[in-house]
């Protein structure tokens, strides 16, 4: 019988934003809800200042970090863009390289598929 490949269990600090505080809550009540993160903070509101369509744009933002594992996180990224109203969201995966033993167990175990 083929053995399954060991799952990816690196931790990620996933960063998004999204253009009201609704959605955000919105957001992280659907990839809480499916386990496809563990947690996440909302922030906001942020001022993002940013190049759009050969203009300089301002606009206020709530930044949500999600915490989840390398092995969800092209679930979550797919979920995030498919409920999203940018046309490019922002999506920055960052590696936890350390941390609390205890948190990232927990971490691991909430988003276990």
């Known amino acids: 019988m083929p053995q399954q490949p060991p799952q990816d ?3 990620l600090m996933v960063i998004t934003t999204t253009d009201s505080e609704r959605a955000a809550r919105a957001l992280v009540a659907s990839v809480v809800g499916r386990r496809l993160a563990a947690c996440a903070q909302i922030d906001g509101p942020v001022t993002s200042v940013y190049h759009w369509k050969d203009a300089i744009e301002s606009a206020a933002e709530w930044r949500v970090v999600l915490k989840t594992t390398a092995a969800r996180y092209p679930e ?3 979920r995030i ?3 999203h109203s ?3 969201p922002e999506i920055v995966a960052a590696e936890i390289t350390a941390g609390s033993a205890d948190y ?3 971490l691991r175990a909430e988003t276990a598929p």
Do not use: G, H, S, T
């Open 9 to 11: 269990d690196r931790c």
């Open 76 to 78: 979550l990224e797919a």
């Open 81 to 83: 863009k498919a409920e």
């Open 86 to 88: 940018y046309d490019v």
């Open 104 to 106: 990232l167990a927990w």
